[in-house]
């Protein structure tokens, strides 16, 4: 689950991170308001779960109280990568001497969490590490104990010599640390930490993904879900238990199983496809959860194909096949639907696709996907 920059920046804080003080506006009124009590010049900032906000125009400074209302009105409501701002953070703006990075991520092949630090921080990490690699500093930790002071110690080193700054960089690093672990996280990020000309540390920017599989741990975190900027897609999936991402391709993927959603993405992309998503409807027999599916795919006008990979397991081939038929029944499918079942019951899984209008049953996976691609390719959507 994502969640805003200021809602990332209160768990910061709560953790013993400095963070600047700010708040958030939903009106331009509101926003000169907050400038007026916290002292221009300020940095009015959208809040919007996509990353690039600066050059995209959603972060400006102002240097007075009506100049942060006038930001505020042009930012609010604009859209940042086809997402809108309802929301902005109005927070001091800072003077600073220096910019560093701070993360952690999960990194799934060692099974540990893995920090990584940067004297160049206020960039994308991501073209740090594509043009300076050595830049950046990584090191595991055991969730256990924690991030041992000597690995604070050394990493905080390795970005800044001087040790006035390091010692409290590798006290923040620890508490990041912490905090990552606390909260189930997935990534908590620092991008910039800055210090200030007269020695201060601050983070002037917090971004926090939290592991959705957790979230019945930490019940407060739930209400950080700002469900408006979900898509109604997104929030149907949740409620029937699937799993469903966005993508940007032309062929909608439901799968059971993450193992195989990758495996089924990874075959498109080698075929010549683009997945239009990422749709796992899990391991459990529920004919709802392929209607829902499908009801999903659908609604996204960039879908020319609906592919079906199912591994019968737990999830039986004719509890799915049953689900299409009642999708197909229920609404009218104008894309073409390809299907390859295996496993628990497949025979009768396909014999309950035989007749289907528009779908196509076949036996393998490879046959499947490339028949899928070709379909994305040539036809789109069927006539109605």
Do not use: W
């Not at 400095?18 to 916290?38: F, K, N, S």
């Amino acid at each position: 689950m994502n969640i805003h920059e200021y809602q990332a920046k209160e768990i910061f804080r709560g953790a013993g991170i400095p963070v600047p003080e700010g708040d958030v506006a939903a009106t331009p009124e509101e926003a000169r308001a907050i400038a007026t009590r916290l002292g221009a010049p300020v940095v009015v900032k959208a809040q919007v779960h996509a990353g690039g906000r600066g050059k995209a125009g959603g972060i400006k400074i102002a240097a007075t109280a009506d100049e942060a209302r006038e930001h505020a009105a042009r930012i609010l409501g604009m859209e940042i990568k086809g997402l809108p701002v309802r929301r902005v953070l109005v927070t001091p703006a800072a003077e600073i001497a220096h910019e560093y990075y701070l993360g952690i991520v999960v990194d799934r092949a060692a099974g540990k969490p893995l920090v990584m630090v940067s004297r160049e921080g206020g960039i994308d990490i991501e073209e740090v590490a594509r043009t300076n690699p050595g830049a950046i500093v990584k090191e595991h930790f055991d969730p256990l104990p924690g991030l041992h002071p000597f690995q604070a110690t050394g990493l905080a080193y390795a970005i800044e010599p001087d040790p006035k700054a390091a010692r409290p960089i590798a006290e923040i690093l620890r508490k990041l640390a912490a905090c990552f672990v606390r909260i189930d996280a997935s990534l908590a990020e620092i991008n910039p930490l800055v210090r200030t000309p007269d020695g201060r540390l601050l983070a002037l920017d917090a971004k926090v993904n939290l592991d959705d599989n957790a979230l019945f741990l930490h019940a407060g975190l739930e209400d950080l879900r700002d469900r408006s900027a979900e898509s109604p897609n997104e929030e149907a999936a949740r409620a029937m238990g699937l799993s469903y991402i966005k993508l940007d391709g032309s062929i909608g993927c439901v799968v059971n199983g993450a193992g195989l959603a990758m495996a089924t993405m990874d075959l498109v992309k080698h075929f010549g496809g683009s997945p239009a998503n990422f749709l796992d409807i899990g391991g459990s027999s529920n004919a709802e959860k392929v209607v829902t599916a499908i009801r999903i795919i659908t609604e996204d006008p960039s879908v020319r194909v609906i592919l079906f990979n199912i591994f019968g397991g737990i999830t039986r081939c004719d509890d799915v096949a049953s689900g299409i038929v009642r999708a197909l029944e229920a609404t009218k499918v104008d894309l073409p639907i390809v299907v390859r079942l295996t496993g628990t019951n497949e025979e009768r899984g396909r014999e309950i696709l035989k007749g289907a209008a528009g779908v196509l049953s076949l036996p393998s996976m490879e046959e499947a996907v490339q028949k899928a691609v070709a379909l994305a390719g040539d036809s789109g959507r069927m006539a109605s």
